[in-house]
């Protein structure tokens, strides 16, 4: 069933959206196949960003990073870039809400539960869109650190998310926001489902981008507004008291753009850098804000 057919047929704008191989439809009528390898194995890759306006931001950096996700693994995408850009734009535009969560993913394919997969195998592509509103900017964050014990080769954007999902659950059932991960106490990566900077004396310190770490959009983002407002930044291993003595510490990702730490490990932390924090948080959310054409909320 082409998306061409069902939108001859379903003109009412929608409350959320699936998308599966081209059938469309409101997430609670969707089924997708058991054999897709994404229900076994968590075999693809996935991004996601936020629209505001009925516009997706930066989507042109998602897009390349789920390409580039793709390509690591080998997996086949059944849509060219730039037509995979203009399916978006348009299902954007068929869910009611201004403010939402886009979602997209690409599994290898379909076939009976197999490690070993054929080179022809192409992939299968699902999209999902919600309301979602844009959190408070303002509201400060408490976190804990737990040892960073996941697999290697964090930098691709894999679907196989059981160990962020274990951490997520566990930092949320003791009161937490987050959970920042640290490889020994020589080295912080990232957090479970964000990257996470810091400011010292004035200076913007985020991990390199390596295989411990996602390269995270918002924080690339946060390195160009390093550049546009001539504040010095390095790219750069930091150790957990480094974290710990830090005077700002910074949540970036998708859906939280750029957020501060008040706290760490049930302690009070950072305060003591806030004119660069708010300076940073401003430019990245007036970027976000002009890219969108609408007016803040904050």
Not at 81 to 93: C, F
Not at 217 to 230: D, G, M, P, S
Request: net charge negative; charged share 25%.
């Amino acid at each position: 069933i082409s998306a061409y057919n069902i939108w001859e047929r379903k003109e009412d704008i929608m409350k959320n959206l699936g998308f599966y191989n081209g059938k469309i439809d409101e997430l609670e009528n969707m089924q997708v196949p058991m054999l897709d390898r994404a229900c076994y194995f968590g075999d693809g890759v996935y991004d996601a960003s936020y629209a505001n306006n009925h516009t997706i931001f930066a989507l042109q950096d998602h897009l390349n990073r789920f390409y580039n996700s793709a390509r690591l693994l080998n997996i086949k995408i059944p849509y060219e870039k730039e037509e995979l850009q203009d399916l978006l734009i348009s299902l954007v535009k068929k869910v009611d809400s201004p403010t939402q969560f886009v979602y997209w993913q690409v599994s290898r394919g379909t076939g009976i539960r197999n490690h070993i997969y054929s080179d022809d195998m192409v992939g299968n592509l699902w999209v999902m869109i919600t309301p979602k509103a844009l959190t408070d900017p303002n509201k400060e964050m408490s976190v804990v650190t737990m040892e960073d014990t996941r697999f290697f080769h964090n930098n691709i954007k894999t679907i196989n998310l059981i160990p962020a999902v274990m951490y997520s659950t566990n930092a949320h059932n003791h009161g937490y926001d987050e959970c920042i991960l640290h490889r020994g106490k020589d080295r912080v990566t990232e957090c479970a489902h964000s990257n996470v900077s810091i400011l010292k004396d004035g200076v913007f310190i985020t991990a390199p981008c390596d295989e411990y770490i996602l390269p995270g959009i918002a924080r690339k983002h946060l390195l160009e507004a390093c550049r546009a407002l001539n504040i010095h930044y390095e790219e750069k291993v930091y150790s957990l008291q480094e974290l710990l003595d830090a005077d700002e510490i910074i949540v970036s990702s998708s859906t939280h753009i750029c957020k501060r730490v008040n706290k760490i490990d049930n302690k009070p932390c950072g305060g003591k850098d806030l004119n660069t924090f708010k300076k940073l948080q401003d430019y990245v959310f007036n970027e976000f804000y002009d890219y969108t054409s609408a007016n803040r909320i904050d």
